[in-house]
């Protein structure tokens, strides 16, 4: 069973920056796509940002282009999400999602693509 922990939320002012990681463990597991999502109450899970395998493939929602930079070490089997610029309305629970389909730059943005999912991490923006 492959699991996903995501660290590195928490609270930070506005302008401020955070570094989410999301690692994998478990049996040994090949994820061709991997995304970050984030939810608020009552709200769907959104597309945040998504990467291929090898990294040179990246895909952003556009609220966040510009602000947010998603990349993977493979050889620690982590994907990251640098956050900076922070917003007020950026404030939401940040999911890291795993998906063994390759990349496509508009599937990808979908929570449907992804098979695995983290447990979430808080990230909250003071004004």
């Known amino acids: 069973q492959v699991q996903l922990v995501e660290s590195g939320g928490g609270l930070v002012q506005a302008g401020g920056s955070l570094r989410l990681s999301c690692t994998a463990s478990?049996?040994?597991?090949?994820?061709?796509?991997m995304g970050w999502f984030c939810q608020t109450p009552g709200k769907e899970r959104e597309f945040v940002a998504a990467?291929?395998?090898?990294?040179?493939?990246?895909s952003y929602a556009d609220t966040v282009k510009g602000r947010f930079t998603i990349s993977r070490d493979n050889t620690k089997n982590t994907v990251y999400l640098q956050m900076n610029s922070l917003k007020p309305e950026d404030t939401a629970v940040y999911y890291c999602?795993?998906?063994?389909?390759?990349?496509?730059?508009?599937?990808?943005?979908?929570?449907?693509?992804?098979?695995?999912w983290g447990q979430g991490t808080q990230v909250t923006v003071s004004s």
């Open positions: 990467i291929s395998w090898g990294g040179g493939s990246t």
């Open positions: 478990g049996r040994t597991f090949t994820s061709n796509t």
């Open positions: 999602a795993a998906a063994v389909r390759g990349f496509s730059r508009n599937l990808a943005t979908t929570p449907e693509w992804y098979s695995i």
